[in-house]
């Protein structure tokens, strides 16, 4: 933060509580626990305060005290929002129901689309939330040519194949085709998703600010990739 000339305020900065910290631990020693990851996190990003501290471990708000000891950082103003990242639709809809919880990060794709099957943006709660959208490219298998992709993931080659065809067929980018399908989703606020390089994210940033897909083709490749298997939309459960 310290080496950006960009005003604090115009800023928005999430950090995550680490994940499974609290394991083991004794209920004593959570708000400590809690408070160091959080201290670290300010450090390293050089600022204040966060704009949200999300739960790691998408469990924990199923315990309303390690949920109270984040509010507790709210009222001291270390952080504006709380949240949690999930990896379930019930995690999701568990989140939304929460008054407490401001902000939720979900798993959203062309390939993963487990939450639209579930109603979950229709929910009237969810209009209440901050939506964080990640895993656009799902680790990178969505811009996969058929020859890359992993034999435990062997299954995924046909389907590979066929969003290839799709887009030459509509003379569009890959990386758009995936980032624009999370962008009509109007109840998700912001997508998130990592980068290599300064230019990579100014190329995605074009492809977000782009309108260029008509929303018929994105209507239909919703229908043409809804039904895929768990373990392949799933990160943490392919067979490495």
């Given at each position: 933060m310290k080496q950006t000339k960009v005003k604090r305020e115009n800023l928005q900065i999430f950090s995550k509580l680490k994940p499974n910290i609290l394991d083991d631990e004794p209920f004593a020693n959570w708000e400590t626990l809690i408070n160091q990851n959080l201290e670290e996190s300010l450090k390293?990003?050089?600022?204040d305060y966060l704009d949200?501290?999300?739960?790691?471990?998408?469990?924990y708000i199923f315990d309303e005290r390690i949920v109270e000891q984040l509010e507790?950082?709210?009222?001291k103003k270390l952080v504006h929002k709380i949240g949690v990242s999930i990896y379930e639709a019930e995690e999701a809809k568990k989140a939304a129901e929460l008054p407490m919880i401001d902000a939720i990060q979900i798993p959203f794709s062309i390939f993963d689309q487990r939450l639209l099957k579930e109603n979950f943006f229709k929910r009237k709660e969810v209009d209440e939330k901050e939506i964080f959208s990640?895993?656009?490219?799902?680790?990178g298998l969505i811009l996969m040519d058929e020859e890359e992709v992993p034999e435990y993931l062997s299954k995924a080659r046909p389907i590979i194949k066929k969003i290839k065809e799709i887009c030459c067929k509509e003379s569009i980018n890959r990386v758009e085709l995936a980032i624009?399908?999370?962008?009509?989703q109007t109840q998700i606020n912001y997508l998130v998703f990592g980068v290599d390089n300064l230019e990579q994210l100014k190329q995605n940033i074009c492809f977000f600010?782009?309108?260029?897909?008509d929303q018929s083709l994105l209507s239909e490749i919703a229908k043409d990739f809804d039904a895929l298997d768990a373990d392949l939309v799933m990160p943490s459960l392919w067979a490495k």
């Open positions: 390293r990003l050089g600022t949200g501290y999300l739960l790691h471990s998408s469990r507790r950082l709210k009222e990640r895993s656009a490219f799902l680790q624009q399908f999370v962008k009509q600010n782009r309108d260029t897909i």
